[in-house]
Nanobody, 121 residues
Framework: QVQLVESGGGLVQAGGSLRLSCAAS????????MAWFRQAAGKEREFVAV????????TYADSVKGRFTISRDNAKNTVYLQMSSLKFEDTAVYYC??????????????WGQGTQVTVSS
C-alpha cells in the first residue's frame, strides 16, 4: 500500500509558476512509476505527466509540454511537478498517482487526495 499526499497548490497569476510536491509513504516508492493528472471543474480527469522509476524517462501531455517539468527524488520518496508560464486553463485539482505501468490512462493503483491550482487571468 502506498499513501500519497500532494502539496504546493494555490492561487497564482497567469504567467506565474508553482511547484507541486507529492510525498509517498512506504519503502517501495522507487518501484513505482509516478504520474500527475488534473481535473478541472465539470471536466474529466486528464493526464499531465509521467516519470519512470529511475527518473530518466518522462512523458508530457501536449498541453503542458515545454511549460511543466516532472521530477522525482527517490531518497525523499517525493515526486514534483514544476509548473511555469501558467495559463487560466491550467486551473484544476492536481492529483499524483503511483502505478506499475507508465500510461496516460488513469489506471494507476494509488492516488493522492489532490491539490487545487487556480490561475487568475
Amino acid at each position: 500500500q502506498v499513501q500519497l499526499v500532494e502539496s504546493g497548490g494555490g492561487l497564482v497569476q497567469a504567467g506565474g509558476s508553482l511547484r507541486l510536491s507529492c510525498a509517498a509513504s512506504g519503502r517501495t516508492f522507487s518501484q513505482y512509476v509516478m504520474a500527475w493528472f488534473r481535473q478541472a471543474a465539470g471536466k474529466e480527469r486528464e493526464f499531465v505527466a509521467v516519470i519512470s522509476r529511475s527518473g530518466d524517462s518522462t512523458t508530457y501531455a501536449d498541453s503542458v509540454k515545454g511549460r511543466f517539468t516532472i521530477s522525482r527524488d527517490n531518497a525523499k520518496n517525493t515526486v514534483y511537478l514544476q509548473m511555469s508560464s501558467l495559463k487560466f486553463e491550467d486551473t484544476a485539482v492536481y492529483y499524483c498517482a503511483a502505478g506499475r505501468i507508465a500510461t496516460m490512462r488513469d489506471s494507476y493503483d494509488f492516488w493522492g487526495q489532490g491539490t487545487q491550482v487556480t490561475v487568475s487571468s
